[in-house]
């Protein structure tokens, strides 16, 4: 009892100061915090090992709050125990004061916590619903392969659980036997604009656990006894994959804030009163005269994490040679999805923190070629035809200092543009390579192409992220030197970055000793009439009516603009050159090259005439390449005669 006691005694000092909090701010979520008190409280003050005075302690186990918007009652404990905040070098311990400044500017007290805005207790930003979950398979699967005794324990609430990510999530730790990640379910029956669904309700979502493998505790959320017994029996083990099912109540012990209505609504002023009141009559009820033991908070027994074996990487001919593929040097020809696919090998081998993960298209995306290595395959991560679940995941693996690679078709990685931004959110040190990039693949159709992803990546690439570089580079190699090289790069540098490569073999523009950089671009023909921009596959139809433009008496000029954003003057210049005439191509819809070409000559203050040939129209099926350009305006003949008409030397 004295335990239940001190429980409950503390969860509810938490959940008058979440109210506190909240009311001071004029907005947060109290009611969903006070759900998670007594969870919270034997979580933060007896079964998980941390060091509150270094929150994000390498091997400490982990809290993943999947439901952000409940973070005040976190907060409130960070307060209680005086656990310490701020950026690196700057920590310091939390204090009531900072609780009075929850969601302001110069807060780290984010109204969703956000381990970059200095909450190092957390490991990725939350608050998009559905998400937190797959970040704590990522965090399992690292502690698994340093051979850490790390627990992972996950807070989903009822109403986000409809979440698809959510499924996938579950599947996947299923498939992976993710035995030291706990998730629980927080059913407090309610969401933001009313109840949740019964199919989200307690008796569905054990029975739906259950159908899927999992072993399922289903308790009262506010019983400390129960509480403490369930995490007993994860961190026992020998269960198997296993989750709770916490029956909660949003607003527990003030009634008069229960029920709906009261979603992201803190009371304030003879409301707030009545609410504290509520809560210490509550507390009286079921304390009594019982004197609370105290709670022990166990700090982890592994100092630190182990640290990553790294080489230097070979070069591209050297991998080639190394990987069985000699017969490519020979050909002269690779496809640049084939290249990353000896990149992302080669970098397994060089460097035991880089990990793979891909989408059920590994033999397209030729990570295969990491999968079945056996020296390396422990470090590839199949995640079936799931991306969200699957950046969110590498998300995890990222939090744990890992360098996650993602591969898919680029055109499902739209599935999961929202993972990939709360990811940047995050700080996360992650790498994406979208394969069948454009309209190159003809005849899958478009259902198949990536034609919107350049335009939304860039826009990533638009803000500094927390380190002062681009939120993410977007990178598209022309041939299998600069696909090789990029890949490399990108593993080097920290943060993230997104990489587009082409299903067809391309001939090879480049070789050893051409230098790929992040912010880069290469100047292959230098004219003086007309300067083409363009990137990836059609690098090599803009090099193609190179030629024709020649025998028309004009000199143009050629740059692969394979980075974006990409360092302006040298463009600039190179356009001044060329009578600041611009013609952009790219297999892809707007909002991408052109615009970044486009921006850069008009910030420049500089007259320019800049055209743009893109994909104008949505692609149908074609038999093959030329087909598909031809379809779409983008063959080198079709390049030839808008160079020609920009010019003046053709009317139509």
Same mark, same amino acid.
Not at 79 to 94: I, K, M, Q, S, W
Not at 146 to 156: A, E, M, P, T
Not at 196 to 201: A, D, P
């Given at each position: 009892?004295?335990?239940?006691?001190?429980?409950?005694?503390?969860?509810?000092?938490?959940?008058?100061?979440?109210?506190?909090?909240?009311?001071?701010?004029?907005?947060?979520?109290?009611?969903?915090?006070?759900?998670?008190?007594?969870?919270?409280?034997?979580?933060?003050?007896?079964?998980?090992?941390?060091?509150?005075?270094?929150?994000?302690?390498?091997?400490?186990?982990?809290?993943?709050?999947?439901?952000?918007?409940?973070?005040?009652?976190?907060?409130?404990?960070? *307060?209680?125990?005086?656990?310490?905040?701020?950026?690196?070098?700057?920590?310091?311990?939390?204090?009531?004061?900072?609780?009075?400044?929850?969601?302001?500017?110069?807060?780290?007290?984010?109204?969703?916590?956000?381990?970059?805005?200095?909450?190092?207790?957390?490991?990725?930003?939350?608050?998009?619903?559905?998400?937190?979950?797959?970040?704590?398979?990522?965090?399992? =699967?690292?502690?698994?392969?340093?051979?850490?005794?790390?627990?992972?324990?996950?807070?989903?609430?009822?109403?986000?659980?409809?979440?698809?990510?959510?499924?996938?999530?579950?599947?996947?730790?299923?498939?992976?036997?993710?035995?030291?990640?706990?998730?629980?379910?927080?059913?407090?029956?309610?969401?933001?604009?009313?109840?949740?669904?019964?199919?989200?309700?307690?008796?569905?979502?054990?029975?739906?656990?259950?159908?899927?493998?999992?072993?399922?505790?289903?308790?009262?959320?506010?019983?400390?006894?129960?509480?403490?017994?369930?995490?007993?029996?994860?961190?026992?083990?020998?269960?198997?994959?296993?989750?709770?099912?916490?029956?909660?109540?949003?607003?527990?012990?003030?009634?008069?804030?229960?029920?709906?209505?009261?979603?992201?609504?803190?009371?304030?002023?003879?409301?707030?009163?009545?609410?504290?009141?509520?809560?210490?009559?509550?507390?009286?009820?079921?304390?009594?005269?019982?004197?609370?033991?105290?709670?022990?908070?166990?700090?982890?027994?592994?100092?630190?994490?182990?640290?990553?074996?790294?080489?230097?990487?070979?070069?591209?001919?050297?991998?080639?040679?190394?990987?069985?593929?000699?017969?490519?040097?020979?050909?002269?020809?690779?496809?640049?999805?084939?290249?990353?696919?000896?990149?992302?090998?080669?970098?397994?081998?060089?460097?035991?923190?880089?990990?793979?993960?891909?989408?059920?298209?590994?033999?397209?995306?030729?990570?295969?070629?990491?999968?079945?290595?056996?020296?390396?395959?422990?470090?590839?991560?199949?995640?079936?035809?799931?991306?969200?679940?699957?950046?969110?995941?590498? =998300?995890?693996? *990222?939090?744990?200092?890992?360098?996650?690679?993602?591969?898919?078709?680029?055109?499902?990685?739209?599935?999961?543009?929202?993972?990939?931004?709360?990811?940047?959110?995050?700080?996360?040190?992650?790498?994406?390579?979208?394969?069948?990039?454009?309209?190159?693949?003809?005849?899958?159709?478009?259902?198949?192409?990536?034609?919107?992803?350049?335009?939304?990546?860039?826009?990533?690439?638009?803000?500094?992220?927390?380190?002062?570089?681009?939120?993410?580079?977007?990178?598209?190699?022309?041939?299998?030197?600069?696909?090789?090289?990029?890949?490399?790069?990108?593993?080097?540098?920290?943060?993230?970055?997104?990489?587009?490569?082409?299903?067809?073999?391309?001939?090879?523009?480049?070789?050893?000793?051409?230098?790929?950089?992040?912010?880069?671009?290469?100047?292959?023909?230098?004219?003086?009439?007309?300067?083409?921009?363009? *990137?990836?596959?059609?690098?090599?139809?803009?090099?193609?009516?190179?030629?024709?433009?020649?025998?028309?008496?004009?000199?143009?000029?050629?740059?692969?603009?394979?980075?974006?954003?990409?360092?302006?003057?040298?463009?600039?210049?190179?356009?001044?050159?060329?009578?600041?005439?611009?013609?952009?191509?790219?297999?892809?819809?707007?909002?991408?090259?052109?615009?970044?070409?486009?921006?850069?000559?008009?910030?420049?203050?500089?007259?320019?005439?800049?055209?743009?040939? *893109?994909?104008?129209?949505?692609?149908?099926?074609?038999?093959?390449?030329?087909?598909?350009?031809?379809?779409?305006?983008?063959?080198?003949?079709?390049?030839?005669?808008?160079?020609?008409?920009?010019?003046?030397?053709?009317?139509?």
């Amino acid at each position: 009892m004295s335990f239940e006691a001190a429980v409950h005694s503390k969860a509810i000092r938490l959940d008058t100061l979440s109210l506190q909090m909240c009311a001071e701010a004029g907005s947060g979520h109290p009611t969903t915090a006070m759900s998670l008190g007594q969870i919270v409280t034997v979580l933060m003050y007896h079964s998980m090992r941390w060091v509150p005075e270094d929150p994000g302690y390498p091997t400490s186990d982990r809290l993943v709050l999947s439901e952000g918007h409940a973070v005040p009652i976190v907060y409130a404990a960070f *307060a209680d125990l005086g656990a310490h905040v701020g950026g690196d070098g700057e920590r310091r311990p939390t204090t009531m004061t900072d609780l009075d400044e929850f969601r302001a500017t110069d807060s780290p007290l984010d109204g969703h916590p956000n381990p970059r805005e200095g909450f190092p207790f957390f490991d990725a930003a939350t608050g998009s619903l559905g998400q937190g979950l797959s970040s704590a398979a990522g965090l399992g =699967l690292a502690a698994r392969l340093d051979g850490l005794d790390q627990r992972i324990f996950c807070i989903v609430g009822d109403g986000e659980s409809r979440e698809g990510q959510i499924t996938e999530a579950l599947d996947f730790i299923m498939d992976h036997d993710l035995t030291n990640v706990l998730t629980i379910f927080n059913c407090n029956a309610y969401g933001q604009a009313g109840s949740v669904s019964e199919q989200q309700g307690p008796e569905r979502t054990r029975a739906r656990l259950e159908a899927s493998g999992f072993h399922v505790l289903d308790i009262d959320g506010h019983d400390p006894a129960a509480i403490k017994a369930a995490f007993d029996a994860f961190i026992e083990g020998g269960h198997g994959p296993m989750a709770v099912v916490a029956r909660t109540v949003k607003g527990w012990g003030a009634p008069s804030i229960q029920g709906d209505g009261w979603h992201g609504k803190p009371p304030v002023g003879e409301a707030l009163e009545q609410c504290i009141e509520e809560l210490d009559a509550t507390g009286a009820s079921l304390i009594g005269s019982m004197e609370g033991a105290d709670l022990a908070i166990y700090p982890p027994t592994i100092e630190a994490r182990p640290a990553p074996a790294v080489r230097d990487c070979l070069s591209f001919p050297d991998a080639l040679r190394r990987y069985g593929f000699e017969s490519v040097l020979e050909s002269g020809q690779l496809a640049t999805r084939r290249a990353y696919g000896v990149a992302l090998r080669e970098l397994g081998h060089a460097n035991s923190g880089v990990c793979a993960l891909d989408a059920d298209t590994c033999n397209s995306t030729f990570a295969q070629w990491f999968r079945d290595d056996a020296e390396i395959s422990d470090r590839f991560f199949e995640c079936k035809i799931a991306e969200q679940n699957m950046v969110s995941v590498g =998300l995890g693996l *990222a939090a744990a200092g890992k360098v996650p690679f993602c591969s898919t078709f680029a055109k499902f990685l739209t599935r999961a543009y929202d993972q990939v931004e709360m990811a940047m959110n995050s700080g996360a040190n992650m790498k994406f390579v979208g394969s069948h990039s454009g309209i190159s693949l003809a005849a899958d159709g478009p259902s198949q192409m990536s034609l919107p992803d350049v335009a939304w990546f860039r826009s990533l690439g638009s803000v500094a992220d927390h380190n002062g570089a681009p939120g993410c580079y977007v990178l598209q190699p022309a041939d299998g030197y600069a696909a090789y090289a990029l890949t490399l790069q990108m593993a080097e540098h920290e943060g993230m970055c997104y990489m587009r490569t082409h299903r067809p073999d391309v001939e090879f523009l480049y070789d050893e000793n051409t230098e790929f950089r992040l912010g880069g671009m290469e100047v292959l023909t230098e004219g003086r009439d007309l300067l083409i921009v363009s *990137a990836g596959y059609m690098v090599h139809e803009c090099n193609k009516a190179l030629d024709d433009l020649d025998k028309l008496g004009i000199d143009a000029s050629l740059i692969d603009l394979y980075s974006l954003p990409f360092e302006e003057e040298g463009l600039l210049d190179l356009a001044n050159e060329n009578g600041g005439m611009v013609l952009v191509v790219e297999d892809n819809y707007g909002g991408g090259l052109f615009s970044a070409v486009a921006e850069a000559c008009v910030q420049s203050g500089d007259a320019f005439t800049v055209e743009q040939l *893109a994909v104008k129209r949505i692609p149908k099926s074609a038999r093959g390449e030329r087909e598909i350009l031809e379809q779409c305006g983008l063959h080198h003949e079709q390049i030839t005669r808008h160079a020609a008409r920009i010019l003046g030397l053709v009317t139509a």
